[in-house]
């Protein structure tokens, strides 16, 4: 007999995606289940850079960015990129400025000004993903309104409302559990979407495969603690080529990807002791390796068709819903996002609308006309980025399509499994000599040197690590907030200056609430507040996500119609009174904390939705 149960909401699969989703609906008090197969949470890293939006997401859950960035590694040991021949020749620390010498060709450093403090109350973030799960997991323990079942395979019928059935590994424990909307967060490959009627995705790369290796190593944070540091490490070496992904330098944590290229190269050929050798010949020197686990993973590059199910009360979000090319760092951030988005949707929508509707509020159906987009914009986006990568290859002499012509080779010819395997081996290795070629003095070798200077000195040329345009200032074109007539006249309303890359924030509607910093009226110590964190604060005091009318030195019973006028299309609206002269003696809730440069509000009303994106300006 199968146990039956009742909750609001079922998020499918505990990633980082819906571990967010989980937690932001614990912040509204919707009651929920997260259901998750693993009976422990992967321990191989794959995603580390955590965007300024996704940092500023974390703070509407007391604690959590603090908790987050506790954790990650000073600034210092991941503020390049890094291109060279190999680890063990790059220049010391404190003798480069970035330019070719040794074995590095160039790098970049991304924060030449350091953190960005005018855009945001807080800054971007450097933590291998499995710290940041296990981070999200231990906030979610504390709540009250979460069930996390682990160890549970989930499947969903959409059939009388949703009800979601959960298997345990061995197949002998089942349950049922009914509710009224279902969150899939169970990744790219999580098999969740077909029953909610969301067409498979095409994916649109050339199927390249990559194989990861998760590896400690102190000796070799030793020798690259002399060194240049950086986050990435490309190395384009005569033994080979790959990334090097520095996790945690005081950890001795790494991953080193490296492409692989099926079905001449096999997965199960990298034991930990060929991964170990092959860590020791991209470094240039030996180091000893614990070589924790080794996977492969398949490049996939799509945004599905739908985020919302056709009877619309189910919804996929992260890597459920897209992926992109990895170059840029999109796909968790792009899903904490969606999550943000979503959550306070839910809530409503479970407040408001009856549970026996046969039609779902259509609010619910701005998630996908909102996120959609956007992940359709980091997805040409991460393309031209991985294109980026493979420019610095060419640069050199490295021919993407050799591996593509060997195996159209060895498949004319008729030869046997391992000598084909050979072929292709020795065709990649002659490739692979066009590294060396850069080490003489001939003119095709100055030629290359000229071509990579010209990539490292254009920044449009090579890969970025920050995208403040598309992370702070996305904005939605269609979607739950006032029409583009009104949104985009002013769309560089209010001032602040640019801040050196290359974005100014700007108040749109459809976009997100810039960043200044307020005082609570009449406080003589008090600690400032982002205007980004008065949408949480206020939910968090209503036990559910209420609009906000941000009312900056106007008069109160304007402010009341104001909100009167707006109440119909956006319901509950909290009004805040906000005054820019910090000697006012008009009653406020908050003052202007004038503090350098940053945006600047004017006089006005701005409704702010409780994802802290502008619904409506007046
Ligand atoms: C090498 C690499 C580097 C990356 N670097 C970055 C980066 O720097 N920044 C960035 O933003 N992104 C990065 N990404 C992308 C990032 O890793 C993903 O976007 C992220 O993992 C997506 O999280 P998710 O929660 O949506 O899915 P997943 O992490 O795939 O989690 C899905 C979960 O659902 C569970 N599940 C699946 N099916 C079921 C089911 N039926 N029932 C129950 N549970 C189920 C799975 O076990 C899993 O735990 C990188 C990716 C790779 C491969």
């Known amino acids: 007999m199968r146990e039956r149960q009742q909750t609001e909401v079922v998020i499918i699969g505990a990633g980082p995606i819906g571990l967010t989703t989980a937690l932001l609906l614990d912040q509204f008090g919707v009651d929920h289940w997260l259901v998750e197969q693993r009976n422990a949470p992967s321990r191989h890293p794959q995603a580390h850079f955590i965007s300024t939006r996704s940092m500023e997401i974390f703070r509407d859950v007391p604690g959590l960015e603090a908790a987050i960035r506790a954790q990650a590694p000073p600034l210092e040991q991941w503020r390049r ?6 680890l063990y020749h790059l220049p010391q620390v404190d003798t480069t400025d970035g330019a070719p010498k040794g074995s590095l060709l160039g790098a970049r450093d991304h924060f030449p000004n350091g953190p960005d403090q005018e855009l945001s109350a807080t800054w971007e973030c450097h933590l291998p993903q499995h710290a940041l799960v296990t981070t999200l997991r231990r906030f979610l323990s504390r709540s ?16 009388d409302g949703m009800t979601v059935t959960l298997t345990s590994e061995d197949g002998k424990a089942a349950r049922e559990v009914h509710c009224r909307y279902v969150v899939c967060a169970d990744g790219a490959h999580g098999g969740c979407r077909p029953s909610l009627g969301i067409p498979h ?12 290796i998760h590896f400690f190593s102190p000796e070799l944070s030793e020798l690259l603690a002399q060194r240049i540091l950086g986050m990435l490490y490309f190395i384009y070496s005569p033994a080979g080529v790959g990334v090097l992904v520095s996790h945690d330098l005081a950890a001795g944590e790494f991953v080193l990807q490296l492409p692989l290229f099926p079905p001449h190269q096999a997965a199960d050929a990298f034991s930990k002791s060929v991964c170990a050798e092959l860590i020791d010949r991209l470094t240039g020197a030996p180091v000893s390796a614990a070589v924790r686990s080794v996977r492969p993973w398949r490049l996939g590059a799509w945004v599905a068709a739908r985020y919302q199910s056709v009877d619309g009360r189910g919804f996929i979000v992260g890597d459920a819903a897209h992926e992109f090319l990895p170059a840029g760092g999109f796909g968790q951030n792009c899903g904490i996002a969606d999550a943000h988005n979503l959550a306070w949707k839910l809530a409503v929508a479970l407040k408001t609308a009856p549970a026996a509707a046969d039609s779902t509020p259509p609010l619910l159906a701005t998630y996908t006309s909102e996120r959609r987009p956007v992940a359709k914009t980091l997805l040409a986006l991460s393309g031209a980025g991985y294109q980026q990568t493979l420019a610095v290859a060419a640069a050199i002499g490295l021919d993407k399509q050799l591996a593509h012509w060997l195996d159209l080779l060895i498949r004319v010819l008729p030869l046997p499994a391992g000598l084909g395997r050979r072929l292709f081996t020795m065709g990649m290795r002659l490739g692979l000599r066009q590294v060396a070629l850069l080490g003489g003095r001939n003119p095709l070798s100055q030629m290359r040197w000229r071509r990579l200077a010209r990539l490292f000195a254009d920044p449009s040329a090579n890969l970025a690590m920050r995208y403040p345009r598309q992370d702070l200032g996305a904005v939605y074109d269609r979607g739950w907030f006032a029409s583009a007539a009104t949104a985009d006249a002013a769309a560089r309303d209010g001032t602040g200056g640019d801040t050196g890359i290359g974005f100014t924030p700007a108040l749109v509607n459809g976009g997100r609430l810039p960043h200044f910093w307020l005082l609570p009226w009449g406080a003589d110590r008090a600690t400032p507040l982002s205007s980004l964190d008065l949408p949480s604060l206020i939910a968090r005091r209503h036990g559910s996500p209420v609009h906000l009318l941000l009312m900056i030195d106007i008069a109160a019973k304007l402010g009341r119609r104001l909100a009167a006028l707006q109440r119909q299309q956006y319901g509950e609206i909290e009004r805040v009174a906000i005054r820019t002269d910090a000697e006012t003696t008009a009653p406020a809730d908050f003052v202007l904390q004038t503090t350098g440069g940053g945006y600047r509000p004017r006089q006005g009303a701005i409704l702010v939705r409780p994802d802290g994106v502008v619904a409506w300006r007046w």
């Open 144 to 159: 009250a309104k979460a069930r996390l079942m682990q160890g549970y395979r989930a499947a969903v019928t959409a059939t």
């Open 201 to 212: 995705h095409t994916s649109a790369t050339d199927e390249q495969v990559f194989i990861s």
């Open 81 to 86: 990129y890094i291109y060279c021949t190999d």
